[in-house]
């Protein structure tokens, strides 16, 4: 903690603490700032080091969030880019972040599918261990044809 007035303490962290706040391993930090992710981070005058502030921890936690969703790294840059371009870059943003959520509708049907893949296949060895034949040849089948659905919505 670094004192600026008598009446206003600026917290300041370690890499190592930034990454223990946001969640995002030091390394990953590291590479976010070289590649224009996340905008410089202030070094420590004697040390060095990177300092990290409460405004670069609120801009590193938006961008652990993006990439939480499966965005990727070069749709993370275009973002924060087009962020400081305010709104002149509104519809980019707005298209960017609607391309983002129909990936993420996408995955969460196929997660859907493959949850009742997994339950078909539970049913399945409860009836193989019940010595119920007939309905583990069901269930059998009916997860083949899962599986070749989930094989088409991997494609979609």
Do not use: F
Request: proline letters at 2%; aromatic letters at 6%.
């Amino acid at each position: 903690m670094v004192e600026v007035s008598a009446e206003t303490t600026r917290h300041e962290y370690t890499i190592k603490e930034a990454a223990a706040l946001t969640g995002l391993p030091a390394s990953t930090l590291r590479y976010y700032e070289s590649i224009g992710v996340i905008a410089p981070v202030g070094r420590g005058v004697s040390s060095g080091h990177r300092v990290y502030d409460e405004e670069d921890l609120d801009q590193i936690m938006w961008v652990a969030c993006l990439a939480a969703t499966g965005m990727s790294v070069s749709d993370m840059r275009t973002y924060v880019a087009n962020g400081h371009l305010g709104p002149s870059a509104a519809g980019e943003q707005v298209e960017l972040l609607t391309q983002q959520q129909r990936r993420l509708a996408s995955e969460a049907r196929q997660l859907v599918l493959r949850q009742r893949y997994v339950a078909l296949k539970i049913d399945y060895w409860h009836a193989v261990a019940a010595g119920d034949d007939g309905r583990a040849e069901l269930l059998s089948g009916e997860a083949r044809h899962l599986a070749d659905e989930i094989k088409r919505a991997g494609r979609s």
